[in-house]
């Protein structure tokens, strides 16, 4: 059974720049999570998605949006890059949604702001 | 709102000498507590959780964490580390109403020859 999928696993932006960072969840995982991880701010919890709708928002700014689609999937977007947006991208996926379940990760998207 | 530390961020150990990374956690309404383990360049793996039930859970390659609810505690310890061992650990709690995980800072252990 295939993990978390994340595309691209790295990437270099400049300021000002957008970037889309793409989750293709475990077959049958309803729930989509996205993290970013810094080093000075650790993990922070950004969105979640379940059934197509967010579900949950962490405390990021407007520029961070995301979207989950009928198979799943989801993408999160991040428009007019800052250099402290650089961090790794994390997405987990988990089934049905429910608290108790698991959360299964991706490796990552790391994303570099020049 | 809940919030998870650990103690301590790293955490150096010979191969085969005991181990306990420790985390506290508050929060004000019923949680559930979960060890993470993140190697270099990859995502996170569970280690170990507590939903309910008996406070001392363990995991497969010979981790095990106590959930103390009086001290609002639930360290993570391993009687004999292996130099594989070496990572960084992950401290996280979610409301049992709840979806997000909140992480604790972190605990870089290695574990040298």
């Known amino acids: 059974k295939a993990g978390v999928t994340q595309t691209p696993r790295y990437l270099i932006k400049t300021r000002g720049q957008q970037v889309t960072l793409s989750c293709s969840p475990i077959?049958?995982?309803?729930?989509v999570s996205w993290y970013q991880q810094t080093p000075g701010q650790g993990l922070q919890f950004l969105f979640e998605?379940?059934?197509?709708?967010?579900?949950n928002k962490g405390n990021f700014p407007g520029r961070f949006s995301g979207r989950q689609f009928s198979n799943s999937r989801s993408e999160m977007n991040v428009s007019t890059l800052e250099l402290g947006d650089s961090a790794l991208y994390l997405c987990a996926s988990s089934l049905e949604g429910q608290t108790t379940g698991e959360l299964f990760f991706g490796e990552g998207s790391r994303l570099t702001v020049l | 709102a809940q919030s998870v530390t650990q103690l301590d961020s790293q955490v150096p150990v010979f191969e085969e000498a005991p181990v306990e990374l420790r985390c506290n956690y508050s929060s004000s309404v019923s949680v559930y507590l979960f060890w993470y383990v993140q190697y270099p360049n990859q995502g996170l793996q569970l280690l170990l959780k507590y939903l309910s039930g008996s406070t001392l859970v363990e995991s497969i390659n010979g981790f095990e964490a106590e959930f103390n609810k009086s001290q609002t505690s639930f360290h993570l310890r391993k009687p004999s580390v292996h130099i594989s061992d070496t990572a960084e650990y992950f401290c996280a709690v979610r409301e049992t109403s709840g979806s997000r995980l909140t992480f604790g800072e972190g605990t870089q252990l290695t574990v040298n020859p």
């Open positions: 077959s049958g995982h309803r729930s």
């Open positions: 998605y379940f059934s197509e709708t967010q579900r």
